[in-house]
């Protein structure tokens, strides 16, 4: 391990130097969920259901353009990467048959990041399982493995994808998500998980349906690990790690009664079957549905829809079918064409009877209660374990990063075998009211964590007013969930590996005025608590190379990508600078930071919280609005590019960048005095900190701020802090921007001239 660059110590990560190092970092990218050959986002139709024939080569980028996409991201100050492969792009044409060529695409990709001393860890993405099922993730085989007809979900509605919505623009936004709880998804995540248990006649190649998934999956990511490792100089000095399954999800697991909508379930938009309900229109049943709608307190039932597949089956026909296709045999006692939970008496197709409501609460074989928190310390365990196996067969020193369901309890497994020094907790966050209604609003809030956790009487309670509780609120979660992780997990970095906010807010104005005032304060609210949380880092969702205005991320109708070709990029260094065409505000008494945070104002009443989270605000209708003024912006840069203590001679007490007063400050404790090689090193963008007019206040030592070249002919500003022993704070004064331009604000503070007096002391000291 000593040989590492970068090693696990307690609940921080530490370089050969002994420093403590913060992961700040990205996700990449949104678009390699998606097929590059043919180029198929989930707005196109054409060859979709061809999934067996796609090459996810070129993903995240072409190799072509890997250089100008890693110096941009270090230019932004990002030092780690998550870097996102589908199962799919391993393993589409058939079980066992893995994709060399995009595995030879991806370790080239590895070795040009390493040039520019990035860490990185692979994640193995999926969400709601496949994109044929409305996401990303599993190949197509593996639906039909499952007996399901991919054709046939949409009709069923089974799976609400948008390639198959009739008119792709108008595909609800974040409707995707409700797919975990429809038919499809469900079904398949009950097979992974539980398929022994629950599935006990789902036999395919002498393995029950739950081997033989995972034992695909995990051999697909073995193989790739392996790659990797016998490319001899990856391991350790680029790649650090793998990540477990991403957002792993239990299906029908513990699910307490078919015959209802479980009370658990908050995500409820449009029709909303229920478990049996599903199960009926699955097998071609009318069935008439509640419809709902996010309002002011959350879901409302907003109506009903009678979904008719006209007799239509989400199975497989048996008459039409060849099962030989993928050369696997199927266990006679498996019947095609009729629904698995019939064919383990969960109901009666002959008399659409519903005979086990509760056949999810409990192992049928032991006889256990099934619920969440058995779930996740039984068979989310037992996949983990596979998994991290594998990938410890090939690599013993990797660090393997558990992301167990997100938002809930982490698994109870502090002081046993499996609590694994080597280990990292993998954690998610997102402002769902901000996600959901496409608008960042500072009156009001809400305290999900405390909700899930029965911290207050009534969700009344949870409500969070003013745009200082709201931050803190944000803060105090993602504490809560470093906390968690220490007690259930043991002591471990804790690491955000998804965070992040959307670009197409308020019907997209931004791309209409180049304002991304809304944006940059939802940014720098959600990194404010990533600060304050004593997490050890995160990676920011997302990086899409392919983004725009139009079509966002090009998935699903999302749109969280940092970057877009269309908005220009922040001037990060001196020279990069251009005065004259700056249309961003760091001033708070500008309407592109402070006021348009939110479009409300005065007191919080029932309308006032029924305005702020309209259901108009909630869907997608008619086709996306363009950039029709041609006023490109910044798409919050000033945010996200912002200073963090890369290195640290010491412990990190503390540390948080204010945008508002653009004022960085870090709190250490060192055990001696710093080394001349190795200093604390920060982050120090010089948008934010121009040298000539940048303050730097220490209780000891001495420091001084240089630009670093990196590859690609571009540059990086960093402060080296050379200090004693015991606790010691450094406060670094920045440039607070007045309204639509690059030059200084001049307020009753004097900034204008005490920056420019004080501009002689950014030197060694």
Not at 19 to 38: C, F, M, Q, S, V
Not at 680 to 709: C, D, M, R, S, Y
Not at 713 to 734: C, D, K, M, P
Request: net charge negative; proline share 6%.
């Amino acid at each position: 391990m000593a040989s590492l660059r970068l090693r696990i110590d307690g609940a921080s990560f530490r370089d050969r130097n002994n420093r403590e190092i913060t992961l700040h970092g990205i996700n990449i990218a949104a678009d390699t969920k998606l097929p590059a050959h043919p180029d198929v986002p989930s707005h196109v139709s054409d060859n979709f259901f061809d999934g067996d024939n796609v090459s996810f080569v070129d993903r995240p980028f072409p190799l072509s353009e890997a250089h100008a996409h890693f110096s941009r991201l270090k230019r932004w100050g990002f030092n780690t990467i998550r870097y996102l492969f589908t199962w799919e792009a391993l393993e589409h044409a058939g079980p066992g048959k893995y994709d060399e060529d995009f595995i030879d695409h991806t370790i080239k990709l590895l070795k040009i990041a390493k040039q520019y001393d990035f860490y990185v860890f692979m994640d193995p993405h999926q969400d709601v399982w496949s994109r044929f099922t409305g996401g990303s993730g599993a190949p197509l085989w593996t639906l039909y493995a499952c007996g399901f007809d991919p054709t046939k979900l949409h009709v069923t509605q089974a799976s609400l994808v948008q390639n198959t919505w009739p008119v792709p623009e108008e595909f609800p936004k974040m409707i995707w998500a409700t797919n975990y709880q429809r038919l499809a998804a469900q079904t398949i995540f009950t097979f992974f998980y539980g398929g022994r248990d629950f599935a006990p006649k789902c036999i395919i190649d002498g393995k029950n349906i739950q081997d033989y998934l995972t034992d695909h999956f995990v051999g697909a990511c073995k193989h790739l690990a392996q790659r990797i490792h016998n490319a001899g100089d990856l391991e350790g000095d680029v790649v650090i790690g793998y990540e477990s399954m991403n957002e792993p999800n239990k299906g029908f697991l513990g699910h307490p009664d078919l015959s209802s909508v479980p009370a658990d379930q908050k995500l409820r938009k449009w029709t909303t079957p229920t478990g049996f309900q599903a199960m009926l229109t699955g097998s071609g049943r009318a069935v008439e549905v509640e419809t709902f709608d996010f309002g002011s307190f959350g879901p409302y039932k907003s109506g009903t829809y009678l979904i008719d597949p006209k007799g239509e089956k989400a199975w497989l026909d048996p008459a039409t079918w060849d099962d030989t296709k993928y050369g696997w045999k199927r266990d006679e006692g498996w019947e095609l064409g009729v629904d698995i939970w019939a064919q383990h008496g969960v109901w009666d197709p002959k008399t659409d009877e519903l005979k086990l409501p509760q056949y999810f609460t409990k192992n049928p074989q032991t006889g256990e209660k099934m619920d969440e928190h058995y779930w996740t310390n039984n068979n989310f365990m037992e996949h983990y374990r596979k998994y991290s196996d594998a990938i410890r067969s090939v690599w013993p020193e990797s660090m393997m990063l558990m992301q167990s369901s997100p938002f809930d309890i982490p698994p109870l497994i502090k002081g046993t075998k499996d609590d694994d020094p080597n280990m990292i907790f993998a954690s998610h966050f997102y402002d769902g009211i901000t996600l959901i209604t496409k608008k960042w609003n500072k009156i009001w809030n809400v305290d999900v964590i405390g909700i899930l956790r029965g911290k207050y009487l009534s969700p009344a309670f949870a409500i969070k007013l003013g745009e200082n509780a709201i931050r803190n609120c944000f803060k105090d979660q993602l504490s809560t969930i470093v906390r968690e992780g220490v007690e259930n997990i043991g002591i471990h970095p804790c690491l955000y590996t998804e965070i992040g906010i959307p670009y197409d807010m308020d019907n997209q104005n931004a791309y209409k005025t180049g304002d991304y005032g809304s944006q940059a304060a939802a940014i720098d609210a959600n990194m404010f608590a990533v600060e304050g949380s004593g997490a050890a880092g995160f990676t920011w969702w997302v990086y899409t190379a392919n983004s725009s205005h139009y079509w966002g991320d090009q998935w699903n109708g999302e749109d969280l990508s940092i970057y877009c070709n269309e908005d220009k990029s922040l001037p990060v260094n001196d020279y990069e600078a251009d005065h004259t065409q700056s249309n961003l505000s760091l001033d708070p008494r500008s309407p592109s930071y402070s006021a348009s945070r939110s479009n409300d104002s005065g007191p919080v009443t029932p309308a006032s919280l029924g305005k702020a989270l309209s259901v108009d605000n909630m869907s997608q209708t008619g086709k996306p609005s363009m950039n029709v003024d041609g006023i490109p912006g910044y798409r919050a840069a000033e945010a996200y590019v912002r200073p963090y203590p890369v290195a640290t001679a010491g412990q990190i007490i503390s540390h948080g960048f204010d945008l508002n007063s653009c004022v960085f400050t870090l709190s250490l404790a060192a055990p001696s005095s710093t080394a001349p090689d190795q200093p604390t090193e920060i982050f120090l963008p010089a948008f934010h900190f121009p040298q000539q007019q940048t303050t730097v206040e220490v209780t000891g030592g001495k420091w001084e701020i240089t630009v670093e070249e990196i590859m690609d002919n571009s540059a990086q500003q960093v402060l080296r802090w050379w200090h004693g022993e015991g606790e010691q704070t450094i406060t670094v004064r920045g440039l607070k921007r007045k309204r639509g331009t690059l030059e200084t604000q001049e307020d009753d503070e004097g900034y204008l001239d005490a920056y420019w007096q004080m501009g002689k002391n950014c030197s060694v000291m």
